[in-house]
Structure formats: C-alpha cells, structure tokens
C-alpha cells in the first residue's frame, strides 16, 4: 500500500526557534499534500493544502507567516512552525493524495514540543 | 454546529461483542464518507471508504450511509482487543476532509 513518512517523529525546541517537518510520499507521487494539527483527545484540523509548484492554501485562522509550507516536488512537503512558542505544541499530520488510487493516505505525525 | 458530530465515547465492550459507531453531518456536499482507525500518537488508517447510500462490508466491518439522514454508522463484528483505537469518521468534498471528534473504543479480553 501507499506509505507516507515524517520526519521527524519527535522534536523538543526552545521557544523563539523555527522548527522544519517533511512529509514524503514513499511510492507514489503526490500533486496535493494537507497538513493538519490534532490536540490531545480532539480531533484533526486541516491547516493547509498544499499543491506542488504553488503557493498553499490555508484554512481559516491559521497563519500562513507562522506556518510556512513548502512542496517543492511531487514526493515532498515541508511544514515549518516559525518562532515556536508553547502553544504550537501539538501533533502534526501530513497527508498525501495518490493520484492513481484517488485516496488519502496519512502519515505517522510528529509530536512538536514547544518549551 | 458542526459539520461533522461525532460522540466522542468512550466506549469500553467485551471482546467478541459487536461495536456500533456513528457520525452524523451537516453538509449536503459531502461526496464521500470514510472511517479512520487511528492508534495512540500514530497516523490516521484508512478503513472503510463509500459514496453512496446502503451498506460495505470488508471482513468484520460494515459501513452504513444514509444520506437522506445525514447519518453514517460503523459496525465492527467479534471484536479483539486489537480493534482498541480511536475511531474517526471523516467526510469529503472535492479533496478536503472534515473529521468527527473521534470515538475511543477499548475491547476488554
């Protein structure tokens, strides 16, 4: 089946600092990314679609100077949270759509701590 | 309101019943109906996927849609201890997913 990966799984920074994620599709290419945040016990927030080539589209109430999206190819985005602070600890998923299958496949998320 | 409503449980049976979920929605557009399994600070699983009105089984899991209701249940027969996980419905309009809170379910051996 379709893989996706992060990397990484795990981060702990320091306030003040700017954090980068990368989402791969393994074995498929992948013309439309999403990036979500999921809080402890809720559900996931789609923040952004991200197209290969353009500028990504954000939902509402979501930053796009603070949350800086990238895909600069058809197997990787790029997600990078600027000047962390505390509250942009969460878990973070990325998502892929296979343009052969029509579906969406998730990555494993990556947990961003902000102290 | 939410588009998507979910309870989010928990919800704890005995290994071998059957578990019973459900979503209900507010958006017409919605074009297809999925179901997630997702286990602790892991990635969302594709389940089940549909996107019309009756019934798809696969194995011990029955996804019903009812779109006239804006109501769709999923149906996990002879439960295991394994099908412990949080369970999201989702639903989607051209590429866009909206997902329900999530149902905690946990199968007692």
């Known amino acids: 089946g379709a893989v996706v990966s992060q990397h990484p799984s795990r981060v702990i920074c320091k306030s003040g600092t700017s954090v980068k994620i990368e989402c791969r599709s393994l074995?498929?290419?992948?013309?439309?990314m999403f990036w979500y945040r999921q809080f402890p016990k809720q559900s996931l927030m789609l923040m952004a679609t991200s197209n290969e080539g353009s500028k990504a589209t954000y939902e509402q109430g979501v930053e796009k100077d603070k949350f800086l999206i990238n895909h600069a190819s058809l197997t990787l985005s790029t997600l990078t949270v600027t000047s962390a602070h505390p509250e942009d600890s969460s878990f973070y998923i990325c998502?892929?759509?296979?343009?052969?299958?029509?579906?969406?496949?998730f990555g494993p998320g990556t947990r961003l701590t902000v102290l | 309101q939410k588009e998507v409503e979910q309870d989010p449980g928990p919800l704890s049976v005995p290994e071998g019943a059957i578990v019973s979920l459900n979503c209900t929605y507010s958006n017409s557009a919605f074009q297809y109906f999925m179901w997630y399994r997702q286990y602790s600070r892991k990635g969302p699983e594709l389940l089940m996927y549909t996107y019309s009105s009756g019934n798809k089984e696969d194995g011990r899991f029955t996804a019903q849609v009812d779109k006239s209701s804006k109501y769709i249940s999923l149906f996990i027969r002879d439960s295991q201890p394994s099908d412990s996980a949080t369970y999201l419905c989702a639903m989607r309009v051209d590429y866009k997913l909206s997902f329900g809170a999530g149902t905690t379910v946990t199968v007692r051996a």
């Open positions: 074995d498929f290419q992948a013309t439309t």
């Open positions: 998502s892929a759509i296979s343009v052969s299958t029509d579906t969406q496949y």
